[in-house]
């Protein structure tokens, strides 16, 4: 058992699902402002935050990104969408889901805004 931690603490995992900034989003799990307010805090921890979702999650991604846009929180610096195979759980054939990754960059108003939050606080 000893040999199996020292293996899983020495691997070097460079696949970018690893990413520290990257939120992934679901719309079952958490309610929207709660991806909101992680972004803002992503954002002013890293600089940028990555949202990313599959399927029916897409349209929560969205709508967060144009609340943290349409507030002057942050800007928008690239969309990607891909289709990426999910394994079924009864061993049959993997189904293709669709897949969105926005990625935000900070505005300097999100710094003046997240000051006047822990002011108030």
């Known amino acids: 058992m000893e040999n199996l931690t020292k293996g899983v603490n020495n691997m070097n995992i460079s696949d970018s699902?690893?990413?520290k900034n990257r939120i992934q989003v679901s719309n079952t799990k958490k309610p929207l402002f709660f991806y909101v307010n992680l972004a803002?805090?992503?954002m002013q921890i890293y600089n940028e935050v990555e949202l990313s979702a599959l399927g029916m999650a897409i349209a929560t991604v969205v709508t967060i990104?144009?609340?943290?846009?349409?507030n002057g929180l942050a800007v928008e610096k690239k969309i990607a969408t891909s289709t990426v195979d999910i394994k079924n759980e009864s061993g049959g054939r993997p189904i293709q889901k669709t897949k969105i990754e926005i990625l935000l960059g900070?505005?300097?108003k999100l710094d003046?805004?997240?000051?006047?939050?822990a002011e108030e606080n």
């Open 17 to 19: 699902s690893n990413k």
């Open 65 to 70: 990104a144009e609340i943290l846009k349409n």
């Open 106 to 108: 900070k505005t300097e």
């Open 40 to 42: 803002k805090k992503f």
């Open 112 to 117: 003046e805004f997240m000051a006047a939050a």
